[in-house]
């Protein structure tokens, strides 16, 4: 079999990748995807407040899904399901099976991996204890509740606050269960303040924030928790103690990007990250494979990926046309003060289209800073930001016409205090 | 003069509100948009939320279809639409946009489907 562009993963950015490479010009793509069907995890995200950026209106995860399955079909992009991409080998050649064609062998022009992310869990934070039934990963839960039609707890306690985690705090009270407490390791959430303000304050839900677990009991099934205070080192402090009778624990302790496939084919990964290592075009290590969405670094909202994924997908066209300039001078991004990670990586402003977006996480909370971009010390932006958070994606637009360097510039994002 | 400070939850965006009331006449800042301004307003008026949760599916891919409140319905009235929510069946197949039931407990909202299935 043989495509000019094979897309892994049917998600979000998959599919927004795909149109886009065919809006550009390219016929012949094909994408593969594990699940029973398209959408990746917006099947199963049925809570609202996707596609405000993209369509202006606020949307369900499975209405966002279902407007670019349709427009995929619409316009006869080729897909694979319940088929699963296992190796990505020399020469763009991908390794993946199914039950209907069996083993295949795929050449690809281009590749563009959008696998998205997992969730962490209890053995990913060594939770200490015996094995009940009752312990699940936020999203595992969400699945079960919203998709296969089972309720899996009545009293529950969560771990971790990230978007996940609270939205299931509403999703399981909405369903007549009691979220007794949502208990956060950091000083601050790791989930959007809008999720904290409408999925726990709603109902009266507390947030521990500087809490850990301490315990699970039972050994059947979940019959309470112990959850602690931590000091600054994060150790537990004795006394503290709160005690919970409750059924079910749910895990929301982040994300980590699926890269076994990317980093099994050698693929460069960014440690902070876990995602590939990619330039402006979102092209990886290796030359005509790149990457997009959760699999790059976890986003907390789709709008943000669909624009990325449309970037890679418009590239791996251009690259297929052999338009994108591969020797062209190249800059290096760099987290400077108070920033933890960039996307892109790597800038080279001879294939930059308009503007260059940065994207980015802080690595606290902060309040009336500066966020400034310079190229190789010298400031080319500066913006206000009242309020960052990690747990909120902040971005950056570059023009073009500022992006004017020498070979092996550094551009920099860092914060300072206002005023400062 | 009151006082209030208020997350938006219009949007991603969160952006942090403060929204004073003098004689009757609300004031709200730190919105970067006009939907802040209005949800400032209603937020200390008339709260309300729009309801996502599932219902029975038989015949589909899935147990549970994803529906939806159209428009935002009045927050005391969740828990209850929550429980007739639960009684419904539907077949399918059902296409998004879908009127599952009209004018959920008298809100004058109706509760559609949010996907095809
Ligand atoms: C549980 C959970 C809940 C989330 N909730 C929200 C939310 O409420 N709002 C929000 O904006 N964002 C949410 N996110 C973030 C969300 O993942 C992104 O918004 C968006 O779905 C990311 O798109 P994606 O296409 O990169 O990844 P995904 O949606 O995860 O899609 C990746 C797809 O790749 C497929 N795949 C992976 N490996 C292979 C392989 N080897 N072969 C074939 N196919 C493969 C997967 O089956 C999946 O369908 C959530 C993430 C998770 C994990
Ligand atoms: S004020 Fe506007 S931009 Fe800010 S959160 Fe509300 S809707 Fe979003």
Redesign the interface.
């Given at each position: 079999m043989k495509y000019d562009i094979v897309v892994v993963g049917g998600g979000p950015a998959g599919l927004a990748a795909a149109i886009e490479a065919k809006k550009n010009g390219v016929d012949n793509i094909l994408v593969i995807e594990r699940d029973?069907?398209l959408g990746g995890i917006l099947?199963q995200c049925?809570?609202?407040?996707f596609g405000?950026h993209v369509f202006k209106e606020?949307l369900?995860?499975?209405?966002y899904?279902?407007k670019f399955i349709t427009e995929l079909k619409n316009m006869g992009i080729e897909y694979k399901l319940d088929t699963m991409v296992l190796e990505i080998g020399e020469e763009r050649v991908i390794h993946a099976i199914n039950t209907v064609d069996g083993f295949m062998r795929i050449k690809a022009g281009a590749i563009i991996l959008s696998m998205g992310c997992r969730e962490r869990t209890r053995g990913a934070i060594s939770i200490p204890g015996s094995r009940p039934a009752g312990v699940f990963t936020a999203g595992t839960a969400q699945r079960f509740?919203?998709?296969?039609?089972y309720m899996v707890g009545k009293r529950v306690v969560i771990l971790g606050s990230g978007d996940i985690g609270l939205i299931m705090a509403r999703r399981m009270t909405?369903?007549?269960a009691k979220v007794l407490a949502v208990a956060e390791l950091m000083p601050f959430s790791g989930g959007?303040?809008?999720n904290?303000?409408?999925c726990l304050e709603?109902y009266h839900i507390p947030l521990y924030l500087s809490h850990t677990l301490m315990e699970i009991k039972g050994k059947d099934r979940v019959e309470g928790v112990v959850i602690a205070e931590v000091d600054k080192n994060r150790k537990p402090i004795p006394g503290t103690e709160k005690h919970y009778d409750c059924d079910t624990l749910l895990l929301s302790v982040g994300l980590i990007p699926e890269n076994e496939i990317s980093k099994n084919a050698g693929i460069a990964l960014d440690p902070v990250t876990s995602g590939p290592i990619v330039n402006e075009s979102m092209e990886t290590s290796i030359e005509g494979v790149f990457a997009c969405g959760n699999v790059v670094h976890v986003h907390?909202?789709v709008d943000f990926v669909t624009a990325e994924s449309k970037r890679a997908g418009k590239n791996a066209a251009k690259y297929i046309k052999k338009e994108i300039k591969a020797d062209a001078k190249t800059a290096k991004t760099k987290p400077g003060e108070g920033i933890r990670y960039i996307v892109p990586h790597m800038v080279r402003p001879e294939n930059v289209d308009g503007t260059l977006d940065l994207f980015m996480r802080v690595d606290n909370v902060y309040k009336d800073m500066n966020m400034v971009v310079k190229i190789d010390g010298k400031e080319i932006k500066r913006m206000k930001k009242?309020?960052l958070a990690p747990g909120?994606m902040e971005s950056v637009k570059i023009k073009k016409e500022d992006l004017g360097f020498k070979e092996d510039a550094v551009i920099t994002v860092q914060l300072e205090k206002e005023g400062a | 003069m009151e006082k209030h400070q208020?997350?938006?939850?219009v949007?991603?965006m969160?952006c942090?509100l403060e929204v004073t009331k003098e004689n009757d006449e609300y004031n709200v800042t730190?919105n970067k948009c006009p939907r802040g301004k209005a949800y400032g307003m209603k937020e200390l008026t008339n709260p309300t939320?729009?309801?996502?949760?599932?219902v029975?599916i038989k015949g589909g891919?899935?147990?549970?279809l994803?529906v939806?409140t159209k428009e935002a319905i009045p927050?005391e009235k969740?828990?209850e639409c929550?429980k007739f929510i639960d009684s419904i069946e539907v077949k399918a197949p059902v296409s998004?946009g879908d009127i599952i039931v009209k004018d959920l407990l008298g809100t004058g909202v109706d509760l559609v489907a949010?996907?095809?299935m």
């Open positions: 029973r069907e099947q049925i809570h609202n407040g405000l606020e369900t995860g499975p209405e899904a279902e509740v919203n998709m296969e039609g909405l369903e007549g959007l303040t809008r904290i303000v409408q709603d907390d909202l009242k309020h909120e | 208020l997350v938006c939850i949007c991603p969160g942090h730190g939320r729009v309801v996502t949760t599932t029975k891919l899935l147990n549970r994803s939806k927050k969740m828990f929550m998004v949010a996907r095809s």
